[in-house]
């Protein structure tokens, strides 16, 4: 017969031990009791729970671009579907659009600078949003007031510039001051 105070000396999941193994922070029973006092102890403790193996991330999937993802937007951004608002404040002089509810805009902000002179000056799309076309929904806004207000613009800021380097309709042509 093998002697059963060995088991206890055995790491608690080793391949040799035989009983119901017993969890590393529990301490082991007294070496020094009888078999069945021990046995007994062995069988009134809870079951150690079971170690599940950790999951796996799922492998990495090539996204299309940010445009064309919608899985790739953040919740609440303006998606493909969902048309852009672009909101005019005339007493701050500027206009926005709201990203993520209320918590993240885009920015264009402009000045008179004569009594019938703009100057677009700054165009700003936090990182998060940046690529999706809100800048250009912000800069047609400002532009489209321009022609509507029949002021003449200063272009300041570069994206402004680029957008009408991009679209040369013959309304903003014909506004912008150099």
């Not at 599940?52 to 919608?70: H, L, N």
């Not at 806004?141 to 680029?162: M, N, P, S």
């Not at 991009?166 to 001051?177: D, F, S, T, V």
Request: charged share 30%; glycine share 4%; aromatic share 6%.
């Amino acid at each position: 017969a093998r002697d059963r105070t060995a088991d206890f000396l055995l790491p608690p999941f080793c391949c040799c031990r035989r009983r119901r193994r017993v969890s590393v922070s529990e301490p082991p029973p007294a070496v020094g009791l009888p078999v069945r006092v021990r046995a007994r102890l062995l069988q009134s403790r809870p079951p150690a729970p079971l170690r599940s193996p950790a999951r796996r991330a799922p492998p990495a999937r090539v996204r299309a671009p940010m445009a064309q993802s919608p899985a790739a937007v953040p919740p609440g951004a303006p998606e493909q579907g969902c048309p852009i608002r672009v909101e005019h404040d005339r007493r701050r002089r500027q206009f926005t659009v709201r990203l993520n509810g209320c918590h993240d805009r885009a920015v264009l902000l402009y000045e008179y600078v004569g009594k019938r002179i703009v100057d677009l000056q700054h165009t700003e799309v936090p990182d998060a949003y940046r690529g999706r076309g809100i800048a250009k929904h912000l800069a047609k806004a400002a532009l489209d007031f321009v022609v509507e207000e029949d002021l003449k613009a200063h272009l300041t800021c570069w994206y402004i510039q680029k957008y009408v380097k991009e679209n040369p309709l013959p309304q903003y042509l014909e506004r912008l001051q150099p």
